[in-house]
């Protein structure tokens, strides 16, 4: 008998963002293989993060579906995002996709940038398996 263990998701999505990318994937049907996340530095706090929509999943990319969502990350983004959990989030003035990351240590008085520091290299290897 072969038992194999799940891999630990670099990232999670809460019900509301899994809907929220799956409505979008749909309306824009088979031109999109997913949600592209990253990082990029920029912004006061020193990085910025990033979200496009991808053509296709490249070789190191880190894929995480759920709930019919497919999260496409990019690799040099990994020990950043490492442990988030993304949301979807509406109020009366504005909705948009909220990062809960453990490794954002701050951010900038408008939420446009945050101050975000690498995981723990042991917090990597539970994903190589």
Same mark, same amino acid.
């Given at each position: 008998?072969?038992?194999?263990?799940? $891999?630990?998701?670099? %990232?999670?999505?809460?019900?509301?963002?899994?809907?929220?990318?799956? &409505?979008?994937?749909?309306?824009?049907?088979? @031109?999109?293989?997913?949600?592209? *996340?990253?990082?990029?530095?920029?912004?006061?706090?020193?990085?910025?993060?990033? %979200?496009?929509? /991808?053509?296709? *999943? #490249?070789? +190191? #990319?880190?894929?995480?579906?759920?709930?019919? /969502? $497919?999260?496409?990350?990019?690799? &040099?983004?990994?020990?950043?995002?490492?442990?988030?959990? %993304? #949301?979807?989030?509406?109020?009366?003035?504005? @909705?948009?996709?909220? +990062?809960?990351?453990?490794?954002?240590?701050? /951010?900038?008085?408008?939420?446009?940038?945050?101050?975000?520091?690498?995981? /723990? &290299?042991?917090?990597?290897?539970?994903?190589?398996?």
């Amino acid at each position: 008998m072969t038992t194999t263990r799940e $891999r630990p998701k670099v %990232m999670t999505l809460t019900h509301a963002a899994a809907e929220k990318i799956r &409505a979008i994937m749909a309306q824009k049907g088979d @031109s999109v293989a997913g949600l592209r *996340v990253g990082v990029k530095k920029g912004g006061c706090a020193g990085m910025e993060y990033t %979200m496009n929509w /991808a053509e296709g *999943v #490249d070789k +190191f #990319d880190e894929v995480v579906e759920q709930d019919g /969502a $497919r999260v496409i990350i990019d690799p &040099a983004a990994i020990m950043y995002l490492l442990g988030t959990e %993304m #949301d979807y989030k509406i109020d009366k003035l504005s @909705s948009g996709f909220v +990062f809960n990351n453990p490794n954002q240590q701050s /951010a900038c008085g408008c939420g446009e940038s945050v101050n975000l520091v690498p995981a /723990a &290299a042991e917090k990597l290897s539970t994903l190589k398996g």
